[in-house]
Structures are given as structure tokens and as C-alpha cells.
T-cell receptor
Framework: GDSVTQMEGPVTLSEEAFLTINCTYTATGYPSLFWYVQYPGEGLQLLLKATKADDKGSNKGFEATYRKETTSFHLEKGSVQVSDSAVYFCALRVASGGSYIPTFGRGTSLIVHP | EADIYQTPRYLVIGTGKKITLECSQTMGHDKMYWYQQDPGMELHLIHYSYGVNSTEKGDLSSESTVSRIRTEHFPLTLESARPSHTSQYLC?????????????FGEGSWLTVV
């Protein structure tokens, strides 16, 4: 079956530090890949996505590149802010020939200190 | 921006009460999902639907039921609430279009059973 593995948290950084949250996946078909962010007390918001190999998704200074050869979709940001403190979820969905059910990682909590 | 709405956002009810959590989306999506999530933790799929009159149970055993009489509406019902049902419930939807197949989430319903 499909699966997503992301690094365990919490990840604790100082403001303006570089962020990497690792995400690797296994999929039975050709997946689209996503990063979602969840702020306290809220639902999940789409942060960025990529639909094919070598695509780079980007939004609000965050980036992730779809690496088919390493089955990875690592999230990066060059300079984090306190407001980036949240839980980040990596996800995949195989739409063509798959079950259409999205698969999520367990989430990685990010804490950014001033 | 996602057009998916959940009500109520917050609810405190007594043990044994019946409760329905409402979810509506205006995007015309055929796929809809219900997840249960403890704060900041992994998501557990409890129900999903491929379209009108289609409902399936997810990975997590749940004492809830769902219905899909209209495309835009996917309510979740607990016939007899228990303290173990205290959690956040997230509704989501997606379409079957090519590429992307983004999953959109509502803001969540926080249920506390006392």
C-alpha cells in the first residue's frame, strides 16, 4: 500500500534558521505530493504541491522538490519565523489507477523561538 | 481558497447524546472524507465517500455513521457520544480532475464529551 514517512518532531529552531523537514514515500502508482500546515486549533491548509517528477512546489518561502529517484519530497525554508510554528504534514495521493484516498504522514511539529 | 465548511466548530455534550457534525463544500467535489485527529497528532480516516449514495468505512474503527445524499453535504453522526469520542473531526474533499487532485480541509469541529 501507499505510505508516507516524515521525520519525527518536534523540530526546534531559532528565528532565521534554515529548516528542513524530511519526507519519503512509497506509492503503488504515480502520486501527487503535498505539504500541509496546521496551526493550533485549525484544520489543515495546503502549503504547496507537486504533481510530477522534478516539479518544485513553493509558497510563503517554503519549497519542496518532487524527487522520484529518491522517492522524497523534503520541505525547506531558508529563514524561519516565529509565525511558522505549526505542525507540518506530508501527503500523497494517487489519482489515476489508485484508490483516490490520500495518505498522510504523522506530522512534524515545528517550534521557532525568537 | 477552500470552500468547505464545518459546523459546529466547538461543541460540549453529555455522554449518551446524539450529535451530527455538518460538512458542506461548494466546489462540486465528488470525493469527501472524515478524519479524526487528536491535537497536532496524526490523522485517522474514519469515513469516505466517492459520490452520492457512496459511503465507506476508513482505517479507524468508529462508532459514527455518515450519509451522502447530496454532492455538497457529508454529515457525520454519533448516535451515543462517549468521552472516548472527544477529539477534533476534520472534513475534507477532493475532485477527480487530472493533475494536482488537491485535498481541501474544513476548519475542524472540536467535540468534547463529558
Amino acid at each position: 500500500g501507499d505510505s508516507v514517512t516524515q521525520m519525527e518532531g518536534p523540530v526546534t529552531l531559532s528565528e532565521e534558521a534554515f529548516l528542513t523537514i524530511n519526507c519519503t514515500y512509497t506509492a503503488t502508482g504515480y502520486p501527487s505530493l503535498f505539504w500541509y500546515v496546521q496551526y493550533p486549533g485549525e484544520g489543515l491548509q495546503l502549503l504547496l504541491k507537486a504533481t510530477k517528477a522534478d516539479d518544485k512546489g513553493s509558497n510563503k518561502g517554503f519549497e519542496a522538490t518532487y524527487r522520484k529517484e529518491t522517492t522524497s519530497f523534503h520541505l525547506e525554508k531558508g529563514s524561519v519565523q516565529v509565525s511558522d510554528s505549526a505542525v507540518y504534514f506530508c501527503a500523497l495521493r494517487v489519482a489515476s489507477g489508485g484508490s483516490y484516498i490520500p495518505t498522510f504522514g504523522r506530522g512534524t511539529s515545528l517550534i521557532v523561538h525568537p | 481558497e477552500a470552500d468547505i465548511y464545518q459546523t459546529p466548530r466547538y461543541l460540549v455534550i453529555g455522554t449518551g447524546k446524539k450529535i451530527t457534525l455538518e460538512c458542506s463544500q461548494t466546489m462540486g467535489h465528488d470525493k469527501m472524507y472524515w478524519y479524526q485527529q487528536d491535537p497536532g497528532m496524526e490523522l485517522h480516516l474514519i469515513h469516505y465517500s466517492y459520490g452520492v449514495n457512496s459511503t465507506e468505512k476508513g482505517d479507524l474503527s468508529s462508532e459514527s455513521t455518515v450519509s451522502r445524499i447530496r454532492t455538497e453535504h457529508f454529515p457525520l453522526t454519533l448516535e451515543s457520544a462517549r468521552p472516548s469520542h472527544t477529539s477534533q473531526y476534520l472534513c475534507a474533499s477532493s475532485d477527480t480532475g487530472k493533475g494536482g487532485n488537491t485535498i481541501y480541509f474544513g476548519e475542524g469541529s472540536w467535540l468534547t464529551v463529558v
